[in-house]
């Protein structure tokens, strides 16, 4: 099992337990491995972005693991069912539990996504993954800012 499938697995179990998941970057170096949990996170894309570079600033000066081999990000979210609209205004929108990661060698980016079933309560009953089809291209915002962010405090050195 990969590191990404171990997290993934990991973020699951708490957010069934706890019925939802904080944002939270798990980082892999050559030296080390460490996590951050985020306790504001930004309530528009460029304020994310914003909090992502400086996440990857504070954790290279804070916890430097080394050079960057994987970053993985996992959030709660929605996915919109209309491209037209955006997904906090759509009523058919899905709940996900999102599993973002960079693979900051290569640049590979993945993405998994996990339906959120609940009950009329709120309570989560389970999570079911969201195969997305193979001509959606994962390119987001935030990993390549948090990697941006850490490389400034702690430049490559291959």
């Not at 000066?61 to 080394?66: E, I, Q």
Request: glycine fraction near 6%.
């Amino acid at each position: 099992m990969d590191e990404v499938s171990k997290i993934a697995d990991i973020a699951k179990v708490l957010f069934l337990r706890d019925g939802y998941h904080m944002p939270m970057v798990f980082v892999k170096g050559e030296k080390d491995k460490a996590f951050i949990g985020l306790e504001q996170f930004g309530d528009t894309s460029d304020k994310r972005e914003l909090d992502m570079l400086n996440c990857g600033t504070w954790f290279a000066s804070k916890h430097n693991v080394g050079d960057l081999e994987l970053i993985v990000f996992v959030c709660e979210a929605w996915i919109g069912t209309n491209i037209n609209v955006p997904p906090s205004l759509d009523p058919k929108r899905i709940e996900v539990l999102v599993v973002n990661s960079l693979d900051a060698r290569t640049q590979e980016e993945k993405l998994l996504n996990f339906e959120v079933k609940r009950d009329p309560k709120g309570t989560v009953l389970d999570l079911k993954e969201l195969v997305l089809p193979e001509t959606v291209v994962t390119r987001g915002r935030l990993l390549p800012a948090f990697q941006k962010g850490y490389q400034i405090i702690s430049p490559v050195h291959n």
